[in-house]
Structure formats: structure tokens, C-alpha cells
T-cell receptor
Framework: QQPVQSPQAVILREGEDAVINCSSS?????VHWYRQKHGEAPVFLMI?????EQKGHEKISASFNEKKQQSSLYLTASQLSYSGTYFC??????????FGTGTRLQVFP | EPEVTQTPSHQVTQMGQEVILRCVPI?????FYWYRQILGQKVEFLVS????????KSEIFDDQFSVERPDGSNFTLKIRSTKLEDSAMYFC???????????FGEGSRLTVL
């Protein structure tokens, strides 16, 4: 049931773009995206629901392909503050949000 | 801005001892969760709690673990007899609806010696 994330790590220069992918083998009700900085709690970025509803921060965009059970997080014009580990979380219409193994993003000046 | 608060921030205990981790979820939230994260690894689901009962639990959440909402504000995780492998950061989270974003607390670091 654990979603699979790719890539495992990304290194960027400020201003560059990145895409992080998340896939599941089961039909999803929702996909969540969170960012965690070292030593801190995960922070909500985006939720995408079955049926097309989305909610999240303005500067973050993501997609959810319900047929393929895949989601992608798009980080454009990256800033130093984007550095951290990104986790996708998936729910199968139960009250159980399972996180993937994470994608470590490092942005350098 | 309302936040989830957790105590203690760090607890050191001897193997075999009981530990209680406490959480105060956001006041109008109805769904409560415990996750744990072993250093450098992923965030693992332990248990979800709604309407004063467990909704879902993972295979990690065995008989050594229990959760309780003893009053209208606190949500606790008890580990009855700690093992070395229980050493981790434990995060409490809450949300207003069953389909919304999770709000995480800052975590309680448990070290079992």
C-alpha cells in the first residue's frame, strides 16, 4: 500500500524546476504532499482528491491521474527555502494516510 | 494560528519502561493520528482515531501500543514496555475532516536505552 516516490533525491540551482512523482498500485481517494525540513514536523503543501478537487499553497502545483494512480508535484523557479524532504501520502477511502519514502531536494545558490 | 502541541519534546527511558506521549490537537478537529519516524527514514502511520475509537491501525501498532482521549483536549499514545526499536520521533496530527490536510505537532523524540 505504500506509495512509491521518484526520484529519491534532486539537486537544483536556484531558479531551476523539478518534478517529483508518486505512484500507487491501488485506486486512490486522495493524494497529499508534505515537505519536511531537517528536525521539523512535516508541513502541508497540497491535497488532491478523487474527482478533481485540489487545495494547497498558491506557489505549489500538482497533478493527480486517477486512472494511473499517479501524482506529480511541480516545483518551479526553486528557492533556497524549497530544500527539504518531500513526502507524498495516499489514502484509499479509509482514514489511513500512508506516506512514501520521500524525495530529498537540495537547492543551492 | 492554532497548532497541535506535543509533550514531552524529548524523553529518555530504559527498555521495558512504560511511556506516555501527550498531544493536544487543534480544538475543532475531530480526527487524530499518531505517526513515527525513525531517524532519517520515512514517516510511518501508527493509528487513526475518530469518535473515541480507533479507525485504522498499522501492523506496527501491536498490543504494546494504546491510544486514549481521556478528556476533551488531550490525545495520548502509551507504549507499555518499550523496546530499543521504539526509539523514534513520534508525531501527533489532527484534521477537521476525514479528507482534509493533516496538521502535525512538533514531535516527541523517544530514546530507549
Amino acid at each position: 500500500q505504500q506509495p512509491v516516490q521518484s526520484p529519491q533525491a534532486v539537486i537544483l540551482r536556484e531558479g531551476e524546476d523539478a518534478v517529483i512523482n508518486c505512484s500507487s498500485s491501488k485506486a486512490l481517494y486522495s493524494v497529499h504532499w508534505y515537505r519536511q525540513k531537517h528536525g521539523e514536523a512535516p508541513v502541508f503543501l497540497m491535497i488532491l482528491l478523487k474527482g478533481g478537487e485540489q487545495k494547497g499553497h498558491e506557489k505549489i502545483s500538482a497533478s493527480f491521474n486517477e486512472k494511473k494512480q499517479q501524482s506529480s508535484l511541480y516545483l518551479t523557479a526553486s528557492q533556497l527555502s524549497y530544500s527539504g524532504t518531500y513526502f507524498c501520502g495516499t489514502e484509499l477511502n479509509t482514514d489511513k494516510l500512508i506516506f512514501g519514502t520521500g524525495t530529498r531536494l537540495q537547492v543551492f545558490p | 494560528e492554532p497548532e497541535v502541541t506535543q509533550t514531552p519534546s524529548h524523553q529518555v527511558t530504559q527498555m521495558g519502561q512504560e511511556v506516555i506521549l501527550r498531544c493536544v490537537p487543534i480544538s475543532n478537529h475531530l480526527y487524530f493520528y499518531w505517526y513515527r519516524q525513525i531517524l532519517g527514514q520515512k514517516v510511518e502511520f501508527l493509528v487513526s482515531f475518530y469518535n473515541n475509537e480507533i479507525s485504522e491501525k498499522s501492523e506496527i501498532f501491536d498490543d504494546q501500543f494504546s491510544v486514549e482521549r481521556p478528556d476533551g483536549s488531550n490525545f495520548t499514545l502509551k507504549i507499555r514496555s518499550t523496546k530499543l526499536e521504539d526509539s523514534a520521533m513520534y508525531f501527533c496530527a489532527s484534521r477537521a475532516t476525514g479528507a482534509g490536510e493533516l496538521f502535525f505537532g512538533e514531535g516527541s523524540r523517544l530514546t530507549v536505552l
